[in-house]
């Protein structure tokens, strides 16, 4: 029998129902209630995305944020913090059962990020995946991903740098202020990079977001099939959103 | 409270601690790391407690709790806990 997924159109959220959205499919998903689902997303206002195991004094400026009008989110998952920059950055999500990757935790991470591989090959750069989440083109990282397995089923979302404001970026994340500099910023651009500055343009949101469908099919060998989000899906999320807005999440570590 | 950061090979583990007689009476730890199950790092802070702050002691108490959860933290392992927990108690 085919490999069918489900493809959700490109949406465009704030922090909180995005995240409400990745956990209710997660977690219905686990009921058997939704399929394995892919889908890309973009973050109105911009958001900065800390790891479930980060504390947020630590590690976002809140006073910047809120003078830029940045939202502040605490994932499910772990890793770092993460600037959602609306201009110039797509986040992905997918959502399957445990049993449908590796369960060795890198080889899951090796097998959905070659979605990202495949995808930004198809748009005409070479990449590759670094353990843990990462994905490299020229030996800089252009792609972060995050995981959880709950309840039986995986979630993996990840952010695709298309022309990131990096210097917006790092004055909101808390690095030490001497170290925001012009040589601190030229040390960044060594080991960071864009699709933007890859290919010497930049290409379109639903460009992006092609070249990726393509590319996780592919790396996935499933078939996609165009769906929406059914009303129990946004039903849950909407009940879930209260969390993720929530004071005491945002500080629970 | 005494607060240290160490970077292990991938992520970077913070700590903040209070000692008694050289035994940890309060942690919190944070970072940018991964661990499954996520509320492990519950258990791990709390198997931390009443823990001499010496090398020998934590690592008994971080090889306990991984092999009693079952806790999975890929590219990072007991020593990188004890090396920020120490880093954390010098200071």
Redesign the interface.
């Known amino acids: 029998m085919a490999n069918e997924w489900r493809l959700l159109p490109l949406r465009i959220d704030d922090a909180f129902t995005s995240m409400a959205i990745d956990e209710a499919l997660l977690k219905l998903n686990a009921e058997d209630k939704s399929p394995n689902t892919i889908r890309f997303w973009r973050w109105l206002p911009s958001t900065i995305s800390i790891g479930c195991f980060q504390n947020v004094e630590h590690e976002v400026d809140l006073e910047v944020a809120k003078k830029y009008g940045v939202d502040v989110v605490r994932r499910i998952t772990g890793g770092g913090a993460v600037f959602h920059d609306y201009y110039g950055e797509l986040t992905y999500g997918v959502v399957c059962k445990q049993g449908d990757v590796p369960d060795d935790i890198i080889e899951s991470y090796r097998l959905i990020c070659g979605g990202l591989v495949r995808g930004l090959e198809r748009l005409g750069l070479q990449a590759e995946f670094k353990p843990v989440n990462d994905v490299q083109v020229n030996g800089k990282k252009i792609s972060g991903s995050a995981q959880t397995r709950r309840w039986g089923s995986v979630l993996q979302h990840g952010t695709i740098l298309i022309s990131p404001d990096v210097r917006l970026m790092f004055e909101l994340l808390k690095v030490s202020p001497e170290k925001i500099s012009d040589k601190f910023i030229a040390s960044v651009y060594e080991r960071v990079t864009s699709v933007e500055r890859e290919l010497g343009r930049k290409p379109t949101f639903d460009e992006v977001r092609a070249a990726m469908v393509d590319g996780f099919a592919d790396a996935l060998d499933a078939d996609f099939v165009e769906g929406e989000l059914a009303q129990e899906e946004l039903g849950l999320a909407e009940q879930i959103e209260l969390k993720y807005a929530s004071k005491e999440w945002l500080r629970e570590r | 409270m005494k607060f240290a950061e160490f970077k292990a090979p991938?992520?970077v583990i913070?700590v903040e601690l209070e000692l008694k007689h050289d035994t940890i009476s309060r942690i919190?730890?944070?970072?940018?790391?991964?661990?499954?199950?996520?509320d492990a790092?519950e258990r791990l802070e709390r198997a931390l407690v009443g823990v001499k702050a010496e090398r020998g002691s934590l690592l008994a108490a971080v090889q306990r709790f991984y092999s009693s959860t079952g806790a999975?933290t890929?590219?990072m392992g007991p020593e990188h806990w004890v090396e920020a927990v120490l880093r954390a108690a010098k200071l």
């Open positions: 991938k992520g913070k919190s730890l944070s970072g940018d790391f991964f661990m499954y199950p996520e790092l999975r890929p590219m």
